[in-house]
Each structure stands twice: as C-alpha cells, then as structure tokens.
C-alpha cells in the first residue's frame, strides 16, 4: 500500500469514528432524564441531627434488566435453607475496580443504609430487611425466613454517601422446593390483614403505562382502636414488583410528616411505569406496635 493509498485509508477511518461520536452523542442527549434525576440525592439533616439523602423523586418503577450499575452483589447462605426456618446470609459490595464498599460508604436513606427487599415468585412472601455490617469491613448480614419454596429476588436500593448516587442492584437466592406461580385473582384493591381492612385508590379507573399515578391508602375498617406508628420514619411504605420480578417500585408518602392524626394520617403515593402488564404492590405499615404488610394488585395498561 503506497503513502496515497495509506492516507486515503485513515482519513476515511477519521470520518467513521466521528460520525460514530456525533450518533452516540445524540443517542445519550435524548435518553429519559428521569433515572439521571432519580438516581442523584441530596443531603437532609433531620431533627435528630442525623444525615439522610433524600431523593427528589421516588415515584417511578426500574426495570433492572434494563439499568446497570458498577457493583456486584451475591447472596451466601450461611445456614442451612428451609423453608418455615430462620436463615442467615452475608454478601460483599464489590465495585467493578475490585474494591469494597463499607458500612461508611453508605448514606442513610429512610432511616436506614441498606434497604433489601425480598420476593418469592408467587409474590406472596414479600420481606423488608436492612443488613448491617458485621465482622470485617464491608461484609453485611442479614436474617430472614423464607415462607415459600422457590428463586427468590432480593432488590437492594441504598445510596452512596461520597456521591449521593442512588444504587440499586437485584441479587437471587433459591429455597429448595417446588416454585409457585403469581396468583393475580387473590387480591383486590381492598385486602384485609390481621383482622383490619385496607383500601387502596387511584385519581383514574384504569391505571396506564407513563400515567403518572397518585395512590391512597386507607383503614377502611379496623376491628379495634388502631395507632398508625412509624415505619422508617413515615406512617407507610409501598414496594410493587412486576409479574416477571424483573425490577421494583419503592414508593413513600408525599406527606412525609409524622405530625398527623395517628389513626387517619395521609398515605398519598406517586406512582409511574412504563411496561404494561400485572403488578403486585405491598404496603408496610405498623399499627399498635405490629408491622403488617398488606398485599394489593395492579393491572397496567399500555
């Protein structure tokens, strides 16, 4: 190949690289910006002068098939795993550099640094655990019983105290036994839970894909005097995961204060998804000092 030949050659190579840059550039300018708003916290002070990291917007469901993040996560059984039985498991933040991250690498969000949510696939055992760190630096544990048989999810959602980067991970653990199929006829928008009934209710009869959804829930009927108490540092806590368990939605109250009537405080949730298909959405919420968690289903339409 002659000087000419060899010049025409890398010009032309110039020329495909930077119409490749131009493309990925407008590519990158015209993805959603509201995983990039979501995913970046802010620092709050609370009354005890404490530091959370508060996001500006805590409304949407996240595929996390679709979103990535540098760190690796797996869950080790350190017992024995039964079914009906108390098991213990421990894992490690690796980033994708091979460092660790620490208890002091994570900022505290809803009262908590990590926040582990567990889900079999009936959907029907849904657990909301929070890992401390134990023995050396950057190992975690955590104690849960699993009520069913199956590949359970387990969706981590915690914040990077340097960065104020929002983090969610998905890691899966299997209980031996056979796996059950989500049942989306067993629930309605009103479940009755440990002798109190529950109603959930929407601005819209029909709930649809990038609709932007307000939620409402409410003790419809309760058979004694019942006390909402904190659960995180509000009155409730809603988590909807998808039918496939692909991703998860943790939603708190817009009205975040605590200074409410403690039976009928306001329990308003923001909600938006982009995939149709049928929802499983647990409440969290304690009433007289017993946590329960109320199961409710969403059908979405695209």
Same mark, same amino acid.
């Given at each position: 190949?002659?000087?000419?030949?060899?010049?025409?050659?890398?010009?032309?190579?110039?020329?495909?690289?930077?119409?490749?840059?131009?493309?990925?550039?407008?590519?990158?300018?015209?993805?959603?910006?509201?995983?990039?708003?979501?995913?970046?916290?802010?620092?709050?002070?609370?009354?005890?002068?404490?530091?959370?990291?508060?996001?500006?917007?805590?409304?949407?469901?996240?595929?996390?098939?679709?979103?990535?993040?540098?760190?690796?996560?797996?869950?080790?059984?350190?017992?024995?795993?039964?079914?009906?039985?108390?098991?213990? &498991?421990?894992?490690?933040?690796?980033?994708?550099?091979?460092? +660790? %991250?620490?208890?002091? !690498? /994570?900022?505290?969000?809803?009262? #908590?640094?990590?926040?582990?949510?567990?889900?079999?696939?009936?959907?029907?055992?849904?657990?909301?655990?929070?890992?401390?760190?134990?023995?050396?630096?950057?190992?975690?544990?955590?104690?849960?019983?699993?009520?069913?048989?199956?590949?359970?999810?387990?969706?981590?959602? &915690?914040?990077?105290?340097?960065?104020?980067?929002?983090?969610? +991970? %998905?890691?899966?653990? !299997? /209980?031996?036994?056979?796996?059950? #199929?989500?049942?989306?006829?067993?629930?309605?928008?009103?479940?009755?839970?440990?002798?109190?009934?529950?109603?959930?209710?929407?601005?819209?009869?029909?709930?649809?894909?990038?609709?932007?959804?307000?939620?409402?829930?409410?003790?419809?009927?309760?058979?004694?005097?019942?006390?909402?108490?904190?659960?995180?540092?509000?009155?409730?806590? +809603?988590?909807?995961?998808?039918?496939?368990?692909?991703?998860?939605?943790?939603?708190?109250?817009?009205?975040?204060?605590?200074?409410?009537?403690?039976?009928?405080?306001?329990?308003?949730?923001?909600?938006?998804?982009?995939?149709?298909?049928?929802?499983?959405?647990?409440?969290?919420?304690?009433?007289?000092?017993?946590?329960l968690f109320i199961p409710f289903n969403l059908n979405v339409e695209g």
């Amino acid at each position: 190949m002659n000087y000419r030949d060899a010049t025409r050659k890398m010009n032309k190579q110039v020329v495909l690289l930077t119409l490749g840059c131009i493309a990925l550039y407008f590519v990158i300018r015209n993805m959603p910006v509201e995983p990039c708003n979501f995913l970046h916290y802010k620092e709050e002070v609370t009354e005890n002068g404490v530091v959370e990291y508060c996001g500006p917007d805590e409304t949407n469901f996240y595929n996390l098939e679709e979103i990535r993040f540098p760190i690796q996560v797996e869950l080790k059984p350190l017992t024995d795993l039964v079914v009906g039985k108390e098991c213990e &498991f421990e894992f490690s933040l690796e980033t994708i550099s091979g460092g +660790l %991250l620490i208890a002091d !690498d /994570i900022g505290v969000t809803h009262t #908590e640094k990590i926040h582990l949510m567990m889900v079999d696939p009936s959907l029907k055992d849904y657990q909301h655990v929070h890992p401390t760190e134990e023995g050396s630096p950057g190992l975690f544990r955590f104690k849960m019983t699993p009520q069913r048989s199956g590949t359970y999810c387990g969706f981590f959602d &915690f914040v990077v105290a340097e960065t104020g980067r929002k983090i969610l +991970l %998905l890691a899966k653990v !299997d /209980i031996p036994g056979s796996e059950e #199929e989500p049942d989306f006829d067993s629930y309605d928008w009103n479940s009755e839970v440990a002798g109190h009934v529950f109603e959930l209710t929407s601005d819209h009869e029909t709930l649809k894909v990038r609709q932007p959804e307000v939620f409402r829930l409410k003790l419809k009927s309760k058979g004694y005097y019942a006390k909402f108490e904190p659960v995180m540092g509000a009155y409730a806590h +809603l988590v909807a995961f998808d039918e496939k368990r692909s991703g998860f939605a943790h939603l708190h109250p817009l009205n975040s204060s605590l200074n409410q009537d403690i039976t009928n405080p306001d329990l308003s949730f923001s909600f938006n998804v982009f995939d149709p298909g049928n929802y499983r959405l647990w409440a969290q919420v304690k009433l007289n000092g017993e946590e329960l968690f109320i199961p409710f289903n969403l059908n979405v339409e695209g």
